[in-house]
Nanobody, 125 residues
């Protein structure tokens, strides 16, 4: 059973940057497309903000983060990253990484399994 552990969250001022990491153990994530999903305070639905194919060759972003966030993966380290730049207060959320079930829609949170425990990102204005 794959286990995912996120790290790198914290408190940052608007305009600042953070780099999140998602380390996998108990199995390889090399055959899974991966994504970062966030739970924002007061919102009813989780948002999938960035996705990456199993090979790393293809990435996708929600419009709200396009041009500011970058998702990458390191197969040798069994780890996925999210580089977040020019952070805004509306980026405040708990960020999770998750492995996508093959053949499902990357934008739907229900497409994912093996979620981590999340890491808090707080952006002050």
């Amino acid at each position: 059973q794959v286990q995912l552990v996120e790290s790198g969250g914290g408190l940052v001022q608007a305009g600042g940057s953070l780099r999140l990491s998602c380390a996998a153990s108990g199995g390889s994530i090399s055959t899974y497309a991966m994504a970062w999903i966030r739970q924002s305070p007061g919102k009813e639905r989780d948002d999938v903000v960035a996705g990456i194919s199993w090979s790393g060759a293809s990435t996708s972003y929600a419009d709200s983060v396009k041009g500011r966030f970058t998702i990458t993966r390191d197969a040798a380290k069994n780890t996925v990253y999210l580089e977040m730049n020019n952070l805004k207060p509306e980026d405040t959320a708990v960020y999770f990484c998750a492995a996508r079930i093959y053949g499902t829609n990357w934008l739907l949170p229900t497409s994912y399994k093996f979620w981590g425990q999340g890491t808090q990102v707080t952006v002050s204005s």
